[in-house]
C-alpha cells in the first residue's frame, strides 16, 4: 500500500553501502550497537523529515514480527 | 517538618472549625451549588460562582491549607483565570517569576531554553512558582471577602446520594453527621477523591513503574531563577533530577529513585540529606521543609458530569506533575464549568450546556494525559529499545539541534483549544493565526479611549462579549446600534470595540495601542467581530458584524444547538 515510501533500488553501489553499515557495528557489544542504531535511526528520521514516509517506513519494518 | 520561620502568604493558614445551623436544621438544607474540596480547585470555583452572585457553600475534611508546597507551577493562562478571579496580583507579587530552563546531560548542559521567546505582550507571565499553601492562602484570604461562599472546614463528606431532582450529601463534623441538599455539587476532593469512591466510579489509567523522592529545602543558594533538569547527573546515577526556585528561599527538588526503592526508607531524613548533599555539595546547608515519595499515574474518569454533580481538578484526572498539567488543568476546569453552571441556574440556557463541560474538559484531560505520558515515558523509559532511544536522543542533542526538540523532561502546560467543541460555530474563511473558534484569548496591551494603558483580558471578563474591530470612520451612531444589537440578544453580549493605533476612539472603547491584535494575534482587519464566551475562548468570528450569524452562533455556544441536535438524533435513532 506504500504511496510515499520509495521501495525502488535507490543506491548506486548498494554493496558499498551495505558494508558501511555492518562495518559500523564491528567492535560494538551488543548494547552499543542497540545504541548505535537508534541514533542512525534518529539522524535518517529528521533527515526524512515527512510523518508520512516514516510511518510507512515503521510499518513495513515491522511487518512479519 | 514545619520550618516555622518562612513567612505565610496571608495571616491565617489555619482555620477554624465552626457549626453551621445547617446542622442542626431537622431536614436537609438545600443550597443551589455544594463544592466538596477546598483546594486551589475548589476554592477558585466558588470565587467564580461568588462573583456571579451565586451563593455557595465549601465543604473541605481538614481545617488547613496543604501540607507541603505540592503544587508549584502556575501557568500563564491559570494566572490569567485568577486574575479575573481577583487574586492574579497578589500570587505573582509572591510567586518567583521564571522564563528560562536548562538541561543537563551527566556532567554537561545540553541546551537552555527561555519561554518569553514565544511571545511578548501578555500582562501575566509564561510561569511562577508558589507553593500550593502560598496559593490557597491568598484564595481564602479572596474567599473570607465573598459572604455568597460559606466555607465549612472539618466537613467530611461519608455519604452522596445523586438523584435526578438533587444530590444529598451525608457530612461527618466534630459536632457529628448531618445532612445536607444541593441542586449541583462540585467534586473538587483530589486525587483520592471521596465522592468518586462513594459513587464506586473507576478511575482508569496507567500507573507509571517509578518513584520520585519530592523535597522542598531551605536553603541560601545562589542558583539562577530557572527550571535545571537533569539525565543521568553524577549525584544520581541512571536516575534524573530536577531543581526548581521558590519563595521565601525554598527550592524543589525532584530525584528520581527508580522502581525499587522502598518508599518508606527513602523519605527518613537520615536518607534523604545525603542524596540532597551529593546533589547540593557538602558545604551548603540547608533545612528540609517537606519530604514525600511518589508514584505517578495518568488516568481519567470515562465522565466528568454525573447527573447533577460534576468532577473538576485531579478528582477528574491525574497526569504526572511532568510539564506542570495538574493544578492548571484543573483550574481550566472551573473556567470552563462556572460561567455554563451560572447560566442553567440562571435558566438561559439548557442543560445540554452543561454535558459540553465533560466534551470540552476531558479533550483537554486527553491531551494533558497524552504530554504528560510522553514526559514519563521518555524519563522513565519502559523497556531496552525505549531507553537506547532516549539515550541516543540526549547523545545527539549535544550536537544536533533537532534532537533538543526531541528532548522531553516536561511539556510545559498551555491551555487547550476546543477546537472540536459543538459549542463553537464554523470558521470564517479568510482568518489566519491560532485564534481559531474553541481557542482561549490571548492577551494583548491595550489603552483606553481616555489614554489608560490596559490589558484586553480584563476587558473579556466573565461574560459574553463582542470583540469588534472599528473601522476608522466609525460612527459614534453605528457603534451604539451594534452595541444595541448585542446587549439585546438572549444573553446579553457586552460590545468591546477596538481602535486602531492613532485613531480618536469613543468613551468605552480601546485602542490596539502596540497593534498585537490587528496584526499576528487576532488578524483582524477593520469590521472584524469575534464572539468571546465568558470563559474568554472564542466561539465564532467574521469579517463583517451580520447580527443574524451572531444571534445563531451565540445560540449554539448557550448548547441549544447541542439541544436540538440531541433531540434530532433521538428522533432519527426512533424512525430507525
Known sequence: MSTQLKSDPRLTRPDDIYQVLIDAHRDLSPEQSQAFNSRLVLLLTNHIGDEGVIAEAVEAAGKGL | ?576
Open chain 2, 1 to 576: 517538618m514545619n520550618s516555622g520561620s518562612t513567612d505565610t502568604a496571608s495571616a491565617a493558614t489555619d482555620f477554624t472549625y465552626q457549626p453551621s445551623p445547617d446542622q442542626s436544621a431537622t431536614t436537609p438544607v438545600r443550597h443551589p451549588v455544594v463544592i466538596i474540596g477546598a483546594g486551589p480547585v475548589g476554592l477558585a470555583a466558588a470565587l467564580d460562582l461568588a462573583q456571579r452572585g451565586r451563593k455557595v457553600v465549601v465543604l473541605d475534611d481538614d481545617n488547613t491549607v496543604s501540607t507541603g508546597s505540592r503544587a508549584i507551577c502556575w501557568a500563564k493562562r491559570s494566572l490569567e483565570i485568577m486574575d479575573r478571579l481577583g487574586v492574579g496580583d497578589a500570587l505573582v507579587e509572591k510567586g518567583v517569576t521564571w522564563k528560562k530552563g536548562k538541561v543537563f546531560f551527566g556532567e554537561e548542559q545540553l541546551y537552555a531554553f527561555d519561554l518569553l521567546q514565544i511571545e511578548e505582550g501578555h500582562r501575566m507571565p509564561a510561569f511562577i512558582n508558589l507553593q500550593q499553601y502560598h496559593f490557597e492562602a491568598f484564595t481564602v484570604r479572596e474567599v473570607l471577602k465573598h459572604p455568597e461562599i460559606d466555607l465549612r472546614w472539618n466537613n467530611k463528606l461519608v455519604g452522596v446520594e445523586n438523584r435526578e431532582d438533587g444530590v444529598t450529601l451525608i457530612l461527618e463534623t466534630p459536632d457529628g453527621e448531618y445532612r445536607l441538599a444541593a441542586d449541583y455539587m462540585l467534586a473538587a476532593d483530589g486525587a483520592r477523591s471521596a465522592t468518586r469512591r462513594l459513587l464506586g466510579l473507576d478511575f482508569k489509567g496507567q500507573v507509571f513503574k517509578d518513584r520520585f523522592l519530592i523535597a522542598d529545602v531551605i536553603m541560601k543558594a545562589d542558583f539562577p531563577t530557572e527550571r535545571w533538569f537533569w539525565f543521568d547527573p553524577p549525584f544520581n546515577k541512571g536516575q534524573s533530577a530536577l531543581l526548581h526556585k521558590q519563595p521565601d528561599d525554598v527550592w524543589r527538588i525532584d530525584l528520581q529513585l527508580g522502581w525499587d526503592a522502598d518508599p518508606e526508607e527513602e523519605r527518613k531524613p537520615e536518607n534523604v540529606i545525603p542524596r540532597l548533599k551529593a546533589m547540593l555539595g557538602d558545604d551548603v546547608e540547608f533545612e528540609l521543609e517537606w519530604v514525600s515519595v511518589y508514584t505517578f499515574q495518568c488516568r481519567r474518569l470515562e465522565k466528568f458530569r454525573h447527573g447533577r454533580i460534576f468532577f473538576i481538578g485531579d478528582s477528574a484526572h491525574q497526569v504526572s506533575p511532568f510539564g506542570a498539567r495538574g493544578a492548571n488543568s484543573g483550574l481550566q476546569d472551573i473556567d470552563n464549568l462556572i460561567w455554563k453552571l451560572d447560566l442553567v441556574l440562571a435558566g438561559k440556557a439548557p442543560e445540554s450546556l452543561l454535558e459540553s463541560y465533560h466534551a470540552e474538559r476531558a479533550y483537554a484531560a486527553d491531551e494533558n494525559i497524552l504530554n504528560s505520558t510522553r514526559s514519563t515515558d521518555f524519563i522513565t523509559p519502559k523497556s531496552a529499545a525505549s531507553r537506547a532511544f532516549r539515550d541516543a536522543t540526549l547523545e545527539l542533542a549535544r550536537d544536533h539541534d533537532f534532537a533538543r526538540r526531541l528532548v522531553n523532561s516536561g511539556r510545559l502546560s498551555l491551555p487547550s483549544t476546543y477546537s472540536e467543541s459543538a459549542l463553537n460555530s464554523p470558521d470564517s474563511l479568510g482568518f489566519i493565526g491560532a485564534m481559531v473558534p474553541g481557542a482561549p484569548c490571548a492577551d494583548a496591551p491595550v489603552t483606553t479611549a481616555e489614554g489608560r494603558e490596559s490589558w484586553l483580558l480584563h476587558h473579556l471578563s466573565g461574560e459574553f462579549c463582542g470583540l469588534y474591530f472599528a473601522r476608522a470612520d466609525e460612527t459614534e451612531d453605528s457603534l451604539a446600534q451594534l452595541r444595541e444589537t448585542l446587549a439585546g440578544l438572549e444573553v446579553p453580549v457586552r460590545l468591546v470595540p477596538i481602535f486602531p493605533p492613532g485613531s480618536k476612539a469613543p468613551a468605552g472603547a480601546l485602542i490596539d495601542s502596540e497593534q498585537l491584535m490587528t496584526e499576528a494575534r487576532y488578524d483582524a482587519r477593520p469590521g472584524s467581530l469575534y464572539l468571546i464566551r465568558p470563559d474568554q475562548h472564542v466561539t465564532a468570528r467574521w469579517r463583517e458584524a451580520d447580527p443574524q450569524a451572531i444571534r445563531g452562533a451565540l445560540h449554539r455556544a448557550l448548547g441549544k444547538g447541542l439541544a436540538a441536535a440531541d433531540a434530532e438524533a433521538a428522533t432519527e435513532g426512533t424512525a430507525a
